[in-house]
């Protein structure tokens, strides 16, 4: 199934759900990081999320950045999404793993802990930031933000995700739906809602295990009515361009050290990981046009 976000509703309109398979993108990102089983669920899940709520971003040139720090032995896990579906992000530390004893699943939770915050950043164009913060619950990443959701943007919401790790690493399948009541919704509506959600499988099983979203949508409610679907995908807007600026940000000694003592230099871009070098020549020439600059 390729990576793909859909956007529907159900019951008449007063059921909105965002759909995604991320299978490819966060198979991306295991190898740019070299993520140990528990990194990549946890990363991935969160990169899942995130590409559904860029999606809800009302102006293609906003983004939203997601913060997550529960003090468990993964760190921070940092992501950024944006309208037209495409994210990235990483994690302190990839080689993490842990697995719960009694179930033998990923221990997401144990991972990332739950004594900190889950925080969202919308990057507006038009008005000031938005922010929002809720206590982390359980560290597990779903149920974080069915939190957020209906503390920070008063949307009483269902948050499921999901990611399947192989035994070699590699990602079978990963995906995840938020299912989110809309003003005006009925019992009835609520009580279908519950009803589904204590029946259906793992959304990382329903997407190894179909062809397409539409079909899993059209087993969830009756009327579904599918509004959008779009692309999604891993990508970062690093280049040399950019790492260039970040060298011009370091003091003047340490840009001469790279140039007499090393002989050049390599930087990571944390998002994504990929790896620049600037030979002696380039950092020469860098430093030439920053002094003639700096003397105007």
């Known amino acids: 199934m390729k990576d793909t976000l859909i956007k529907a509703m159900a019951c008449d309109g007063h059921v909105r759900i965002y759909m995604c398979s991320s299978t490819h993108l966060i198979e991306e990102a295991r190898q740019r990081f070299d993520l140990w089983p528990t990194a990549s669920a946890a990363l991935g899940r969160t990169l899942t999320v995130a590409s559904m709520m860029g999606s809800m971003l009302k102006d293609e040139k906003e983004q939203l950045t997601i913060k997550i720090n529960g003090g468990g032995p993964i760190g921070t896990i940092l992501v950024d999404a944006y309208p037209d579906g495409h994210v990235r992000g990483f994690v302190s530390d990839p080689h993490v793993h842990y697995q719960y004893n009694d179930t033998g699943k990923l221990a997401v939770g144990i991972a990332v802990g739950c004594d900190g915050t889950l925080e969202v950043v919308k990057h507006m164009t038009k008005r000031d930031n938005w922010r929002g913060v809720v206590q982390l619950q ?44 809309m003003p005006g919704a009925e019992e009835e509506d609520i009580v279908k809602t519950e009803e589904l959600l204590k029946r259906i499988q793992p959304i990382s099983a329903l997407i190894k295990e179909h062809d397409s979203l539409q079909d899993i949508l059209m087993n969830f409610y009756d009327d579904v009515r599918i509004l959008s679907e779009q692309p999604i995908e891993f990508r970062c807007h ?23 003592q090393d002989h050049g230099c390599e930087i990571t871009c944390n998002f994504c990981n990929e790896r620049y070098h600037f030979n002696e020549q380039q950092l020469r020439e860098l430093e030439d046009f920053l002094d003639v600059h700096a003397k105007h």
């Open 238 to 260: 690093c280049c040399e361009a950019t790492m260039k600026r970040v060298l011009t940000t370091l003091p003047k000694e340490e840009r001469m050290a790279m140039i007499e």
């Open 138 to 181: 359980s560290g597990e990443i779903a149920e974080d933000f069915a939190r957020y959701f209906t503390e920070s943007e008063q949307t009483p919401s269902a948050v499921s995700l999901g990611v399947l790790v192989d035994t070699d690493h590699h990602i079978l399948s990963a995906g995840g739906f938020i299912i989110q009541m």
